[in-house]
């Protein structure tokens, strides 16, 4: 069994939700002639049709229960509505100032084009492919080292024949000084 304690406490927290979409949400209402369904509006339209009804009867005070019925679920219909005025009175000024954002921007957009000379693709474009330095961040490969030394190129090894011509020296490559002589290995 609950304490009464944690019962008041759950009804207080109740009062500080949001009222969410009350306008659209089916509601119970406990009357003095039993339970109406449905929304606020149709609920305020069936308790004023109770107290024309009763009160046409003869029965004023089951009359002003009725009314005091409806005019209860008016106010909280009429609560909503507000909430929704201010939410979308509040949207409709945060487009506006976005929108007045965005062509603020495109005024000073086609200014600078205008002090440019018009066509953006006439303004002279910094160059896409620059020399690697120190600072640019970019990691040296071998391939990206410059060296300070000359490269060296290989020069071919002699093929050697199967009939004895390498004892000659025939078909070799001329050395770098020209005179015809095989070349050491390396």
Same mark, same amino acid.
Request: aromatic share 2%.
């Given at each position: 069994?609950?304490?009464?304690?944690?019962?008041?406490? +759950?009804?207080?927290?109740? +009062?500080?939700?949001?009222?969410? +979409?009350?306008?659209?949400?089916?509601?119970?209402?406990?009357?003095?002639?039993?339970?109406?369904?449905?929304?606020?509006?149709?609920?305020?339209?069936?308790?004023?049709?109770?107290?024309?009804?009763?009160? @046409?009867?003869?029965?004023?005070?089951?009359?002003?229960?009725?009314?005091?019925? *409806?005019?209860?679920? @008016?106010?909280? @219909?009429?609560?909503?509505?507000? $909430?929704?005025?201010?939410?979308?009175?509040?949207?409709?000024?945060?487009?506006?100032?976005?929108? *007045?954002?965005?062509?603020?921007?495109?005024?000073?957009?086609? $200014?600078? $084009?205008? +002090?440019?000379?018009?066509?953006?693709?006439?303004?002279?474009?910094?160059?896409?492919?620059?020399?690697?330095?120190?600072?640019?961040? @970019?990691?040296?490969?071998?391939?990206?080292?410059?060296?300070?030394?000359?490269?060296?190129?290989?020069?071919?090894?002699?093929?050697?024949? *199967?009939?004895?011509?390498?004892?000659?020296?025939?078909?070799?490559?001329?050395?770098?000084?020209?005179?015809?002589?095989? $070349?050491?290995?390396?």
């Amino acid at each position: 069994m609950r304490s009464s304690k944690s019962r008041s406490r +759950n009804k207080s927290g109740r +009062n500080n939700r949001s009222m969410g +979409n009350i306008v659209n949400r089916v509601f119970d209402s406990s009357g003095p002639e039993g339970k109406v369904r449905g929304t606020p509006q149709q609920i305020v339209d069936k308790y004023n049709q109770l107290a024309r009804d009763t009160q @046409l009867s003869g029965d004023r005070v089951l009359a002003e229960n009725f009314q005091q019925h *409806a005019e209860h679920y @008016l106010r909280l @219909l009429s609560s909503a509505q507000k $909430e929704q005025e201010q939410r979308r009175e509040e949207q409709e000024r945060q487009n506006r100032e976005r929108q *007045a954002e965005r062509d603020r921007e495109r005024a000073k957009r086609q $200014e600078r $084009e205008a +002090n440019s000379g018009g066509d953006p693709s006439d303004t002279p474009q910094p160059d896409v492919v620059e020399e690697a330095s120190d600072d640019s961040g @970019l990691v040296e490969t071998p391939e990206t080292k410059k060296s300070d030394k000359p490269k060296r190129t290989r020069k071919p090894k002699p093929k050697a024949k *199967a009939d004895g011509d390498k004892a000659k020296g025939e078909d070799m490559p001329k050395a770098e000084g020209g005179d015809g002589a095989p $070349e050491a290995a390396e």
